[in-house]
């Protein structure tokens, strides 16, 4: 498997958030973390994403520790949090210049990832003015900036509008089959259409889980 993730462990003061989470995953696969709120799934993603310290466990990645080199994260993961990570007095434009060179930028807005997540449509709106979907694209259009092996998501559906919802989906398909792994946590249940793999977080440790549709039983398990 591409990416080995064994005994990860994080606590807040006496509270154990995470106790022992392990998984693996190979390229060109989706997985879904489902959970209830609070129970740690942004706590998770963002030891992955280097943004906070586990206080043990591995993050292997073809070999290397990521959680022992830190240092490889940005080249290797791309990362889209709950908030916009966008600077709110730029557009668009300058917010990616922020994270692309003038002619890298051009060519992905005219053929890449930046064109199939359609932010070449609104390149000279301020994000004080986007909708919700339009930071969505934009923060990941800045994530996968140096093409990483692994895209990190947390929610990247809510409280987006359907079309919306769609084109991140397509993007999120297509990044997947050209060999990507993503990893995503979620509520939204379309969202399971796109993972081979689903996890339930409880009790600081995942469950296996199959979706199979039933929106009321993923209800009831989570």
């Known amino acids: 498997m591409d990416v080995e993730i064994a005994g990860i462990k994080k ?31 942004s706590t998770l993603l963002s030891i992955l994403a280097g943004v906070r310290k586990a206080d043990g466990g591995s993050f292997f990645y073809r070999g290397t520790d990521l959680l022992r080199e830190p240092g490889q994260i940005p080249r290797t993961l791309g990362y ?3 908030g916009d990570p966008l600077m709110e007095e730029l557009n668009a434009w300058d917010n ?8 890298t930028l051009k060519r992905e807005l ?3 990832a930046l064109k199939m997540l359609g932010i070449d449509s609104f390149l000279k709106t301020p994000v004080r003015r986007m909708s919700g979907g339009m930071k969505k694209r934009l923060s990941i259009g800045c994530a996968v900036v140096s093409h990483p092996g692994i895209l990190v998501l947390d929610e990247p559906s809510a409280a987006l509008d359907p079309v919306c919802k769609e084109n991140i989906r397509q993007f999120l398909d297509a990044y997947r089959r050209g060999g990507g792994i993503v990893l995503m946590a979620t509520h939204d249940a379309q ?31 989570l």
């Open 96 to 103: 990616l210049r922020m994270w692309y060179d003038r002619e």
């Open 191 to 221: 969202d399971l259409e796109l993972c081979n793999a689903c996890y339930i977080l409880r009790d600081g440790t995942l469950h296996p889980w199959r979706y199979d549709g039933d929106f009321h039983r993923l209800a009831e398990a």
């Open 11 to 41: 606590a807040y003061s006496r509270k154990k958030v995470l106790t022992d989470i392990s998984f693996s995953i190979g390229a060109g696969s989706c997985a879904a973390i489902l959970g209830s709120n609070g129970s740690g799934k």
């Open 110 to 112: 005219a053929e890449g």
């Open 80 to 82: 889209v949090p709950q």
